[in-house]
Structure formats: structure tokens, C-alpha cells
């Protein structure tokens, strides 16, 4: 009986070897690209701040920087996201033609990717994920007085999700 019931042992290690190894095949299919997602992220957070470090306003202050990935549309994509959130004297007008012109690289460096102004006071404020945004970044931030408070952001979107699961 125990040459038996070792034969029938290894048959189950082996059994259950195999049903291991797909299981995390499986996982690795579906998350093999999570970690190349952050470094792009990360590069392009990167090549916007050096872009904007010297066009700020003087006296402008830097409130949060932000970055997000994920899916913030209807469909299977990847989106890339950084700003920054900042306050200055300047008039609303005055801020948007100071930023009005200006472009910054995406991860790849291959395209330029617009730079967008959003004021806190703005409607799309209200709307997720713009929302959970101003309340991730200034939670306990009160606008300074005489002062507007925004988000000067340049985003890289419909991307291929390639397996990331943070896409769907």
C-alpha cells in the first residue's frame, strides 16, 4: 500500500503543481503591465515639471502636485494624468493666456501633450473624478484670499490598457 498511496501523492503534487503554475499565469496575464504603468506615469510627471518649473508666475505658489492612472472614460483605456495644484494673484484670464500656449512631452516623447487650466471654483469640480481629485489633494487647503486657486494638468489619454486591470 505505500508504493501505492506515494504514486497517488505525487499524481496530486503534481496536480496541484500545475494548477498553481496557471493560477499565476493567470495573475501575470492580467497584471503583467501594472508596473511599466507607473514608470510612464512617473516620466511623465517628470517631464512636465521640468517643462513648467520656469513658466509658473511669479509668485505663484505650488499647492500639491498630482498624478493619476486609470480609466476615467466609458470605455478600455488607459489614461495618464499630472498636474499641479497652484494658487497665484494673477486674474483668471491672466493665467490661462500665460498657459495658453504651452505643450509638454508624454511619457514616450514622441507627441506633445496640451497643458489645461482649471479653476477650483470651476463646474467640473462637481463631477467625478475631478471632485475626489480636489478632495485628495487639498482636503484641508483653503484658497488664499485675493488669490485663485487651480490646476494646470496635462493628461495623455486612450491609451491600451495591455492587461492592466486598473483600465476596464
Known amino acids: ?38 514608470y510612464q506615469l512617473r516620466i511623465m510627471q517628470i517631464r512636465f515639471r521640468s ?14 502636485e498630482m498624478r493619476q492612472f486609470g480609466n476615467f472614460g466609458n ?10 495644484f497652484r494658487s497665484s494673484h494673477l486674474s483668471k484670464e491672466a493665467l490661462r493666456q500665460r498657459y495658453a500656449a504651452v505643450a509638454t512631452s508624454s511619457f514616450v516623447g514622441d507627441r506633445l501633450l496640451e497643458v489645461d487650466v482649471y479653476f477650483i471654483d470651476d463646474d467640473i469640480f462637481t463631477h467625478y473624478p475631478w471632485s475626489r481629485w480636489l478632495q485628495e489633494y487639498l482636503p484641508h487647503e483653503r484658497p488664499p484670499i485675493n488669490e485663485n486657486t487651480y490646476l494646470i494638468f496635462s493628461s495623455n489619454d486612450g491609451n491600451p490598457p495591455d492587461g492592466d486591470i486598473r483600465c476596464h
Open 75 to 84: 470605455s478600455n483605456h488607459c489614461d495618464y494624468l499630472v498636474g499641479e
Open 1 to 38: 500500500m505505500t508504493r501505492e498511496s506515494d504514486i497517488v501523492m505525487r499524481i496530486f503534487a503534481g496536480f496541484g503543481l500545475i494548477v498553481f503554475c496557471l493560477f499565476v499565469l493567470l495573475v501575470l496575464s492580467m497584471t503583467w503591465k501594472m508596473p511599466f504603468h507607473a
Open 51 to 64: 517643462t513648467m518649473h520656469s513658466l509658473h508666475p511669479v509668485g505663484s505658489q505650488l499647492l500639491a
